[in-house]
């Protein structure tokens, strides 16, 4: 492995990650901005909490679009105009004059997001190979997963530090310099790589449509429904119409695949042996993840009185625990890694309960900051160890619809964590039952999903029968017959002509 290679290498992930980073960490950002938001900018409660919605919403319904984009005009060129859009979009949020300009902003925000985020993974997959690709997606992982509990750290620190008096405006201005130091490195690294014209396929307009739809339904009485009072039944309503929509939507892209049109999202990678239950760990995990923080957040601000940027801090452990067991993983062997992903789910489940037991009466640094960090590690054994298999089994050729599955999956289960766990933790709350009545019942929760999610980790790492590959284009992956010596190169095997 030559040194040039080395250093495209690593200047490609810096590209890749940091752009995951600023839209993983924008949700928290703005989350823990919201105190300073609504005491500056006047509006309704409704345009108050689109604010904070408006960029999960568009980035849920735009983000499988974004995906097939990026296989349509080249995953680096889309990525690098979300990049920019992402940035400007943050200047406007920054900059706005009142709440509805702030709305429209982040509904920016989230629109640039979905052209961006799902590049990450589908290039990661395309342009590195064996062990390279192993520690990329490990990398790749701790970002995504530790994203939001960053964001809070650093909301609450720009909003404490209050910068030129401008206090919420530098939780989205932050982005504006990151962003212009990032695109020409990012169009300089992107168009280093060898190219080739991006596949010139359709795109399914009613494909797009149906989805948006279902996404919608599916997403907006649960991001907006407790926050504006919304009846209780909305909730268990909308997931059904929108399991129904989406639902709806595969029967109609498995049609239009078999009548030889180019479907929005290729269904036809689930079929490759444990991607389904593969995706449903993940997602289970991810999820379980999203409530945790969320309920922890809320017992360590409004139970514990610990300001936002202390809270952010008290989670630092996990996200040293996630770290260090993310960059063991692939330098594990291989009967170790097919392990992880069935382990992980039960010890983090164990913390889950530990954490809730030990916290009843307050916080015991030391215990709950090695539970964290046991946590982080189990979090990370869960989550990347899949990733990295989905990767390695479905075709480069498939890239794009991964990522998009990967994305909204994961986006998906964040959404019904909090809901779910999240929302029993507030009923019990408001119910003023004692501490540990309040954090028993989403904890036990929480590790009986876990528990599920090993299950599907084990059906996945253990298809029952591998059968033939799925109908499709000819997989070009050929990382599993390379030669020993060069299994950490960089090579570009559905290249996109970035320049």
């Given at each position: 492995?030559?040194?040039?290679?080395?250093?495209?290498?690593?200047?490609?992930?810096?590209?890749?990650?940091?752009?995951?980073?600023?839209?993983?960490?924008?949700?928290?950002?703005?989350?823990?901005?919201?105190?300073?938001?609504r005491?500056?900018?006047?509006?309704?409660?409704?345009?108050?909490?689109?604010?904070?919605?408006?960029?999960?919403?568009?980035?849920?319904?735009?983000?499988?679009?974004?995906?097939?984009?990026?296989?349509?005009?080249?995953?680096?060129r889309?990525?690098?105009?979300?990049?920019?859009?992402?940035?400007?979009?943050?200047?406007?949020?920054?900059?706005?004059?009142?709440?509805?300009?702030?709305?429209?902003?982040?509904?920016?925000?989230?629109?640039?997001?979905?052209?961006?985020?799902?590049?990450?993974?589908?290039?990661?997959?395309?342009?590195?190979?064996?062990?390279?690709?192993?520690?990329?997606?490990?990398?790749?992982?701790?970002?995504?997963?530790l994203?939001?509990?960053?964001?809070?750290v650093?909301?609450?620190?720009?909003?404490?530090?209050?910068?030129g008096?401008?206090?919420w405006?530098?939780?989205?201005?932050?982005?504006?310099?990151?962003?212009?130091?990032?695109?020409?490195l990012?169009?300089?690294?992107?168009?280093?790589?060898?190219?080739?014209?991006?596949?010139r396929?359709?795109?399914?307009?009613?494909?797009?449509?149906?989805?948006?739809?279902?996404?919608?339904?599916?997403?907006l009485?649960?991001?907006?429904?407790?926050?504006?009072?919304?009846?209780?039944?909305t909730?268990?309503?909308?997931?059904?119409?929108?399991?129904?929509?989406?639902?709806?939507?595969?029967?109609?892209?498995?049609?239009?695949?078999?009548?030889?049109?180019?479907?929005l999202?290729?269904?036809?990678?689930?079929?490759?042996?444990?991607?389904?239950?593969?995706?449903?760990?993940?997602?289970?995990?991810?999820?379980?993840?999203?409530?945790?923080?969320?309920?922890?957040?809320?017992?360590?601000?409004?139970?514990?009185?610990?300001?936002?940027?202390?809270?952010?801090?008290?989670?630092?452990?996990?996200?040293?625990?996630?770290?260090?067991?993310?960059?063991?993983?692939?330098?594990?062997?291989?009967?170790?890694?097919?392990?992880?992903?069935?382990?992980?789910?039960?010890?983090?489940?164990?913390v889950?309960?530990?954490?809730?037991?030990?916290?009843?009466?307050?916080w015991?640094?030391?215990?709950?900051?090695?539970?964290?960090?046991?946590?982080?590690?189990?979090?990370?054994?869960?989550?990347?160890?899949?990733?990295?298999?989905?990767?390695?089994?479905?075709?480069?050729?498939?890239?794009?619809?991964?990522?998009?599955?990967?994305?909204?999956?994961?986006?998906?289960?964040?959404?019904?964590?909090?809901?779910?766990?999240?929302?029993?933790?507030?009923?019990?709350?408001?119910?003023?039952?004692?501490?540990?009545?309040?954090?028993?019942?989403?904890?036990?929760?929480t590790?009986?999903?876990?528990?599920?999610?090993?299950?599907?980790?084990?059906?996945?790492?253990?298809?029952?029968?591998?059968?033939?590959?799925?109908?499709?284009?000819?997989?070009?992956?050929?990382?599993?017959?390379?030669?020993?010596?060069?299994?950490?190169?960089l090579?570009?095997?559905?290249?996109?002509?970035?320049?």
């Open positions: 492995m030559t040194e040039s290679t080395t250093d495209r290498r690593a200047a490609l992930l810096v590209v890749l990650l940091t752009g995951q980073a600023m839209a993983s960490m924008d949700t928290s950002i703005a989350a823990v901005a919201a105190p300073a938001i005491a500056d900018v006047a509006g309704p409660p409704a345009v108050q909490q689109l604010v904070l919605a408006g960029y999960t919403l568009t980035f849920a319904v735009l983000v499988v679009t974004g995906a097939r984009l990026g296989a349509r005009h080249g995953y680096g889309v990525f690098l105009l979300g990049l920019a859009g992402f940035s400007l979009a943050s200047m406007a949020c920054g900059l706005a004059p009142g709440p509805v300009a702030l709305v429209l902003a982040r509904v920016g925000q989230g629109a640039a997001a979905a052209l961006m985020v799902p590049q990450v993974l589908s290039l990661i997959q395309s342009c590195f190979t064996g062990a390279a690709r192993a520690r990329a997606i490990g990398a790749y992982s701790m970002v995504l997963a994203g939001v509990a960053a964001g809070q650093a909301g609450g620190l720009l909003v404490t530090l209050d910068l008096g401008l206090t405006r530098t939780a989205f201005l932050v982005n504006v310099p990151v962003g212009a130091l990032l695109l020409p990012g169009r300089r690294v992107l168009a280093a790589l060898p190219g080739a014209p991006p596949r396929e359709g795109l399914d307009l009613p494909g797009v449509l149906l989805l948006s739809a279902a996404m919608l339904i599916l997403v009485p649960l991001v907006l429904g407790r926050d504006l009072g919304w009846p209780g039944w909730m268990p309503a909308a997931v059904a119409a929108g399991a129904v929509g989406l639902r709806l939507f595969l029967g109609y892209e498995g049609r239009r695949v078999r009548r030889g049109a180019d479907p999202l290729d269904v036809a990678v689930l079929r490759h042996p444990g991607v389904p239950a593969g995706l449903l760990a993940c997602c289970v995990v991810m999820g379980c993840y999203a409530g945790f923080l969320f309920v922890l957040t809320l017992r360590l601000q409004d139970g514990l009185r610990f300001t936002a940027l202390a809270a952010g801090l008290a989670f630092l452990p996990y996200a040293s625990g996630f770290a260090l067991c993310g960059l063991t993983v692939p330098r594990l062997p291989d009967r170790v890694r097919g392990v992880l992903p069935v382990v992980g789910p039960v010890v983090l489940a164990a889950v309960v530990g954490l809730a037991w030990v916290s009843r009466a307050g015991p640094w030391l215990l709950g900051s090695a539970l964290l960090l046991a946590g982080g590690a189990a979090h990370a054994a869960s989550f990347s160890p899949l990733v990295s298999r989905l990767a390695g089994v479905v075709p480069v050729t498939s890239a794009a619809a991964l990522s998009a599955l990967v994305s909204t999956g994961t986006l998906l289960a964040a959404v019904l964590g909090v809901t779910a766990i999240g929302g029993l933790h507030l009923a019990l709350t408001a119910a003023a039952h004692p501490p540990l009545v309040v954090a028993l019942p989403p904890a036990a929760l590790a009986a999903l876990l528990l599920l999610g090993a299950l599907a980790a084990h059906r996945a790492t253990h298809p029952a029968r591998p059968g033939p590959p799925p109908p499709g284009p000819v997989d070009r992956d050929m990382s599993s017959a390379a030669p020993a010596g060069r299994r950490d190169d090579t570009v095997r559905r290249p996109d002509a970035f320049a």
